[in-house]
């Protein structure tokens, strides 16, 4: 036989207090003092109550689940800052619920609708575009939206990303140093806002040298796709010397290609450089030179804009770019002279 749930009229008779002060203990940010909170926590224990959120929420207006949409977590980057941005928000009284989505129009506006349903306080994006009709219906319903890692052309549209293009210049400055003169490119998704500025500024720092791209294919952002591109591109004897790939989920698949099944010395015959930094790159398997995203400052900023729009109800869109540092290792040659440090 299961029990009857809890009330908190009940555990207000059993602490000796009123309902609105139990009310006041289980409200994030209410004012109660020690003393009265550890009569009614207790209170609480002794007696199993669990406050009901949900309940609470029809009250207050606010749900205090904020809705996360990501399209894909093979990349070791997306793991990792959703977990750090889980613990921010639930550093602020906050949780998130999570919506895996396919990367089209049609995926992301189903999913966005059912957030919308789930009267979750704000949304954020991560590494996923929207639709002008779905930003419409998040602006007229007052759920702020942020895109995490993912540019897009609308004024209506919070975005933090890393200073993408700036990370693609830095590469390129640092292969031209090291005396590359065959330097291919394997971008991300050119779809995505981050793919185009990558290559962009890859493209923008060879120019300035005086370089040319002497290949460019589209990696999707997706191992398979690049790993194909990797064994197309350096298979014959007019191979580059050196390759950007759009991101270390790519680029580790790339090195596998070069070492194992062309067997080519890196970085003797060819330098490997990534975008991101995740874990596996410091690994000694692959030691990856990569531009670091700033996965701390992308997600400090992130919750800050978003809670800016809930809690202080801030109507500034923010369009943050945060620079990130070469991190310079094994997989590329070092140029002679060349700072032991992050560029």
């Not at 990569?290 to 800016?308: D, F, I, K, Y």
Request: hydrophobic share 40%.
């Amino acid at each position: 036989m299961g029990s009857e749930k809890v009330t908190s009229v009940e555990v207000a008779r059993h602490a000796g207090v009123s309902q609105s002060a139990v009310s006041r203990v289980f409200t994030p940010g209410a004012s109660v003092s020690p003393k009265m909170a550890d009569k009614v926590l207790k209170a609480a224990e002794e007696l199993g109550y669990r406050p009901n959120v949900l309940a609470r929420s029809l009250i207050t207006g606010r749900s205090r689940i904020i809705g996360l949409v990501v399209a894909y977590l093979e990349n070791q980057f997306y793991p990792d800052a959703l977990e750090k941005l889980s613990n921010a928000l639930q550093a602020h009284g906050y949780h998130i619920l999570v919506f895996m989505v396919s990367n089209d129009d049609a995926g992301i506006d189903k999913v966005m609708g059912e957030l919308l349903d789930y009267q979750v306080d704000g949304i954020i994006t991560a590494s996923v575009g929207m639709s002008n009709e779905l930003a419409s219906r998040c602006s007229n319903a007052g759920v702020p939206v942020v895109l995490f890692n993912r540019g897009q052309d609308d004024e209506r549209l919070n975005q933090v990303t890393s200073n993408n293009f700036e990370g693609g210049r830095k590469i390129a400055k640092f292969l031209v140093a090291g005396g590359h003169k065959r330097i291919a490119h394997i971008a991300g998704w050119a779809g995505s806002s981050t793919g185009r500025d990558r290559e962009a500024g890859f493209r923008a720092g060879l120019e300035a040298a005086g370089q040319e791209l002497l290949a460019c294919v589209d990696g999707m952002y997706r191992r398979e796709t690049a790993a194909a591109a990797a064994l197309d591109m350096f298979k014959g004897g007019d191979r580059p010397d050196a390759v950007f790939v759009g991101n270390d989920h790519m680029a580790f698949a790339v090195m596998d290609v070069l070492r194992f099944e062309l067997k080519l010395d890196v970085p003797g015959d060819v330098s490997v450089v990534g975008y991101d930094d995740v874990p596996l790159s410091s690994w000694p398997a692959y030691d990856l030179t990569t531009l670091r995203q700033p996965s701390n400052r992308m997600v400090e900023a992130t919750v800050s804009t978003l809670l800016g729009w809930i809690e202080e109800g801030s109507k500034d869109v923010q369009k943050i770019k945060i620079d990130g540092p070469l991190m310079i290792r094994g997989s590329a040659r070092v140029p002679e002279g060349w700072p032991n440090e992050r560029l």
